[in-house]
């Protein structure tokens, strides 16, 4: 590989590369598999301003937005064989996942191709009437993260280009290849300028975010970093939204049975290698059923297939990158020190790869930096209890606030258990069933704002109040005003004297 192999951004609808560039490994091999270009101030600074230009035209036809965004969502399905390897290489997901990635973030396009937003009515008579609208913010900042990079883009540039607003995104670093691909090819289903992408190194994100003309940022990331995020847009009164972290707890009520539960809680936890932001991290069981589900998790940890996502069968990929390889390794040598039993798993996998072994953790309680943290891979801890009161205070315990599920027999009685769950979302007998059309949102250190459906299309909008009325009713509303008011005092004076 030489450094001619590299993405490019796209900029004004044209590609553009930088002279400076940095390397994307694969994490299946820990192989260099390209190199993306680091933008420097003066290119984003030029795709800010590719961004304004595009906006004026961009806002003023709806109609064409939603054609524009039925278009790209076909274009995007049609180059899937192209993308989803690139996905796979960079990331490390099995191929089909990056398959269903690509397949998901069309979903999104398409689906805010056919939303509808009307004005509301407030008030409409013969002499008057008041509308409240939506208008459109304009250039819009997104920063987007490496576990999910297509689809969770596709999050903020479906309802942000819907809006009528324009685009510029920064990929992660982890994962820029696949991004910049998917942004190029959605380019040739819009205007110039409407939706641009730079990649680099920080501090190409603060940059982002203190650029004047950047009216919102939309950011999906950890807290720390959100909170950053959130410190700087406050200075110049940008809207922000934060999809942060999470460390969702699943409650297992002594009604569940263990054989019908284990499956769906141990890909509600594993799936894409547990970096998910909304995946089960922490899991409450019963007492009485709690041997019984460790059993059957630890047969699942044990047997699923790991490997690169390219090759055939594979379930579950590496870690996608080494700082959080190390992280992982990191919580559950803390907890095995703590006194915690690994059950399956337990470490990194011999050879080449960010592999480590889908590892379940029995024997420890809140406390230990494995249930109290986000760990963001494949490590889960299951932690035994006795009364349900103790295990909603457990699963409160902890700063994060994203998902939650409850696991029964008896799903009706489980609602004023979920009632209690200090979380944005609670499942019963489900997690992270996610769709376009509901909302996303954290509670806590888990997030600001809202993504997804009509709530996340009016995070991209500034409120327009409209009002109209006839000069004869606007001169009886004010002379109706004035004689309350001499009502008033006179009263008033009545009684004072």
Not at 134 to 145: E, H, Q
Request: with cysteine.
């Amino acid at each position: 590989m030489s450094p001619a192999d590299t993405a490019r951004m796209t900029i004004g609808g044209h590609a553009v590369d930088s002279p400076d560039r940095f390397v994307v490994i694969d994490p299946a091999t820990e192989e260099p598999i390209g190199f993306a270009p680091d933008c420097q101030p003066e290119t984003l600074a030029g795709a800010v301003a590719a961004a304004e230009q595009a906006f004026p035209v961009w806002r003023a036809d709806d109609d064409a937005r939603c054609d524009a965004l039925r278009a790209c969502a076909a274009m995007l399905l049609s180059e899937a064989r192209t993308i989803a390897p690139l996905l796979t290489a960079e990331q490390g997901k099995p191929l089909a996942s990056a398959h269903l990635e690509v397949v998901a973030a069309a979903t999104w396009l398409s689906y805010y191709a056919d939303l509808e937003s009307e004005p509301t009515t407030l008030r409409d008579t013969p002499d008057s009437r008041v509308e409240v609208r939506r208008r459109p913010l304009g250039v819009v900042g997104a920063i987007t993260p490496w576990n999910w990079p297509l689809v969770l883009a596709t999050w903020k540039i479906a309802p942000a280009l819907r809006a009528g607003n324009t685009m510029v995104l920064k990929p992660s670093p982890f994962t820029p290849l696949s991004t910049l691909k998917m942004i190029e090819i959605l380019n040739a289903g819009l205007p110039a300028g409407v939706l641009n992408s730079v990649s680099g190194l920080e501090p190409l994100g603060a940059r982002l975010v203190d650029h004047p003309a950047v009216r919102k940022i939309s950011f999906t990331g950890s807290t720390a970093t959100g909170q950053k995020v959130a410190s700087a847009a406050a200075h110049q009164i940008k809207r922000v939204t934060l999809e942060l972290g999470g460390n969702d707890p699943a409650i297992v009520l002594p009604d569940a049975e263990p054989e019908a539960v284990a499956e769906a809680i141990f890909w509600s936890a594993f799936e894409n290698s547990g970096q998910t932001c909304v995946a089960i991290k922490r899991v409450y069981v019963h007492e009485s059923i709690h041997d019984e589900l460790v059993e059957l998790l630890a047969h699942l940890a044990s047997s699923v297939p790991v490997g690169p996502g390219c090759d055939p069968g594979v379930r579950l990929g590496p870690v996608s990158n080494r700082p959080q390889l190390d992280r992982v390794v990191e919580l559950v040598d803390d907890a095995v020190a703590a006194g915690g039993a690994a059950v399956a798993g337990g470490g990194r996998r011999p050879g080449r790869g960010y592999f480590f072994a889908p590892t379940i953790i029995t024997g420890i309680d809140n406390g230990v930096r494995l249930v109290d943290e986000e760990q963001f891979g494949p490590a889960l801890p299951i932690i035994k209890y006795r009364h349900t009161e103790d295990a909603i205070a457990r699963a409160n315990g902890t700063s994060f606030g994203l998902g939650a599920s409850i696991w029964t027999s008896d799903p009706v009685a489980a609602v004023p258990i979920a009632e209690q769950l200090e979380a944005g979302m609670t499942w019963i007998n489900q997690h992270a069933a996610v769709t376009p059309d509901q909302p996303f949102a954290g509670v806590k250190s888990s997030g600001l704002g809202v993504e997804n459906g009509p709530w996340g299309l009016d995070e991209f909008t500034d409120i327009h109040v409209l009002s109209r009325t006839t000069l004869a009713a606007a001169e009886q509303q004010r002379q109706a005003i004035a004689s309350a008011a001499q009502q008033l005092s006179t009263g008033t004076a009545g009684a004072t004297s």
